[in-house]
């Protein structure tokens, strides 16, 4: 089962390794080996959620997902992405812009640091609706119930979510603004961006996040009446439109999938410039890791991880958020993706470690009952 659903990470791993040996050498072998790290803990929360999202998908569409998804996620995003970035921000045209990625690393990186407000405004501002739907959903499992009961009680109000989403935006835009000025006012028309960029963010959430919920809900509708129609189909002889249907269904539930996963990949992008700016080894590095995310999210639906530890959804989905607001605050000022990392973990390790807890009781009351049961048949 492991070698299964991993396989492909384990071949491109040695792949990556091998060609970044004979790229740059050792030096080069040891960064693609820590870039590989950073993503896959980095993106461990990007993981639980997907899988929360695939395991409605059937296997047609996971198989599409771990081909199709990943070009898009390691070359789109872990590739092209970087130099697209460039391009936009110093006005190159993209050859221009992948000629300077290869040949003037620290102009490129530069660039790059230069057109970070807008990155992190944008995934910032889609993280945190992500975050700010979850917490305002009345669930039947509560991780930390003294917290979202009350915020259940809150998200009855039309529209919350976007409401203080953009209240945060405004704030970061301004915060921003006044920090720019302070220092000479240089790059006061970054406020503008940010707002821009964070608007942008939340408009695509939107779009992309509710064309995925309304097929959604027209396959569970579809679902509930399969019966009627097979039996009216079998009737009159016609083919069901439930197929058509969930082929709609899954397709924007992949796209809304390919959106988060580009969102996620925002800090593990900016943090690679940390350890280098030669793009060919942040490409294999960030490939890499990418591709053990993909092979993770499957493993998680194939065993039913989310099902038996409920609260592992709940821990990536407060990760999401605390990465959500790192994002708008490196607009101002730089954090270490170290720390980054670390709290998507800590936050993840406690849901598990909660889920396991709350496994043992329900196993402890069960045995507890089965025991009076034979008692009381005993007499």
Known sequence: MVLKTF???????????????????????????????????????????????????NAFWQKIFLTIGILIAVFGMRLVFPVVIVAISAQLGPIEAVDLALSDKDRYQ????????????FGGMFLLMIFLDFIFEDREIKWLAWLERPLAKLGKVDMLSVCIALIILLISAMTFATHAHQHGGAHVDKAETVLLAGIAGLVTYMIVGGLSGYFEDKLEEEEEHEHEEEEKAAREGKPKSAVALAGKAAFFMFLYLEVLDASFSFDGVIGAFAITNDIVLMALGLGIGAMYVRSLTVYLVRQGTLDDYV???????????????????????????????????????????????RNKRIAAAEAQAGGKTEVSSGV
């Open 7 to 57: 396989g492909w990470s384990f071949a491109v791993t040695a792949l990556g390794l091998v060609a970044a040996f004979l790229f740059g050498g050792w030096t080069a072998f040891g960064i693609v080996a820590i870039l590989s790290i950073l993503e896959i803990s980095l993106s461990f929360d990007n993981a639980v959620v997907n899988a929360g999202i695939l395991k409605k998908m």
């Open 110 to 121: 530069e660039l790059v640091t230069d057109a970070h407000p807008a990155i992190a405004a």
């Open 311 to 357: 609260y592992l959804e709940h821990g990536a989905h407060y990760a999401i958020g605390a990465l959500a607001l790192i994002l708008l605050v490196t607009i101002q000022y730089e954090i270490n993706e170290i720390i980054t990392g670390l709290i998507g973990v800590v936050l993840i390790g406690a849901s598990f470690w909660s889920s396991v807890r």
